[in-house]
């Protein structure tokens, strides 16, 4: 699915989520030129990181502007809205705890965090993004662009690849 330009960045997180998704659902990388590790516990810090430097913004900037427009313009999409918050609270509930599980529950909880990962992206995407692009005329749709290029600004160089290679440093 082509996405609006304004939502691109938001996109883009979500391409990176989906990676770590897939780690962690594989317990490994997919591709030979990964550093994803192999190690359950380290994979739990790779989470933490990633938490930290790029979702917990893109949740708060979702939260905060995008959940609230699409309430107010867009008809039906309350039950989706409602369904997505909880996903978040969820997902901010699962990565705090992860640090407190023990090694041996790890194996169990990485896939089904991954797995939580995965569906709440395709409901974003497929979902939320959709109506977005359908419902809203170009002027919201540059609005919510600007939007996202200030808290790109202000939240920094916090992609995937690149909060790996920092780590591997």
């Not at 594989?26 to 190690?39: C, E, I, M, T, V």
């Not at 909880?86 to 699962?94: M, P, T, V």
């Not at 169990?108 to 939580?116: E, I, N, S």
Request: proline content about 4%.
């Amino acid at each position: 699915v082509k996405r609006h330009p304004s939502l691109v960045p938001l996109s883009h997180d979500h391409h990176d989520a989906l990676v770590l998704a897939q780690g962690l659902i594989l317990g490994s990388a997919k591709s030979l030129r990964s550093n994803w590790p192999s190690d359950r516990r380290m994979q739990v810090d790779r989470v933490v990181e990633f938490f930290k430097a790029t979702l917990q913004g893109h949740f708060d900037l979702e939260e905060a502007y995008i959940f609230p427009l699409v309430l107010e313009r867009i008809q039906n999409q309350a039950a989706l809205i409602a369904d997505l918050r909880q996903d978040h609270k969820r997902l901010r509930r699962l990565i705090e705890e992860l640090e407190r599980t023990p090694s041996s529950d790890l194996d169990t909880k990485l896939p089904a965090l991954g797995r939580l990962i995965e569906v709440h992206i395709r409901k974003e995407e497929r979902g939320l993004f959709q109506a977005i692009q359908n419902d809203l005329n170009p002027a919201e749709l540059d609005k919510i662009g600007k939007k996202l290029a200030v808290h790109d600004r202000v939240r920094g160089d916090c992609r995937l690849d690149r909060v790996e290679k920092r780590k591997t440093v």
